[in-house]
């Protein structure tokens, strides 16, 4: 079993800069893929981005890519979401994932994790 913990939400203006974390627990992270998911209001849950636990290749939505940014924070054994340029349509509830040995060839897909935090707000006024 996986735990995850998201945390870095909250409220900011258009063109502003935020990191999210995602924190995972429990279980091995052996083959472990952590992936960032969002769902805007009234919106299915979208794909933003995923990296291996350990290493290899990132993988991001092509319509945030160069914006948002995935990386590994190995001193706090966290998954981070550098977003820049914020704007008020990237509002929502955005949502940490993981599974063990997943295929990376379905990494877009939410139905390929397993585990999945409560999520973490975040909302960009104009």
């Known amino acids: 079993q996986v735990q995850l913990v998201e945390s870095g939400g909250g409220l900011v203006q258009a063109g502003d800069s935020l990191t999210l974390s995602c924190a995972p627990s429990g279980g091995t992270f052996s083959g472990l893929i952590v992936a960032w998911f969002r769902q805007a209001p009234g919106k299915e849950r979208e794909f933003l981005s995923a990296?291996?636990?350990?290493?290899?290749?990132?993988y991001y939505s092509g319509s945030i890519k160069g914006r948002f940014t995935i990386s590994r924070d190995n001193a706090k054994k966290a998954v981070l979401l550098q977003m820049s340029s914020l704007k008020p349509e990237d509002t929502g509830v955005y949502y940490c994932?993981?599974?063990?040995?997943?295929?990376?060839?379905?990494?877009?897909?939410?139905?390929?994790?397993?585990?999945w935090g409560q999520g973490t707000q975040v909302t960009v006024s104009s």
């Open positions: 994932a993981a599974d063990r040995n997943a295929n990376t060839n379905y990494a877009k897909l939410a139905s390929t994790y397993a585990y």
């Open positions: 990296v291996p636990w350990s290493s290899g290749g990132k």
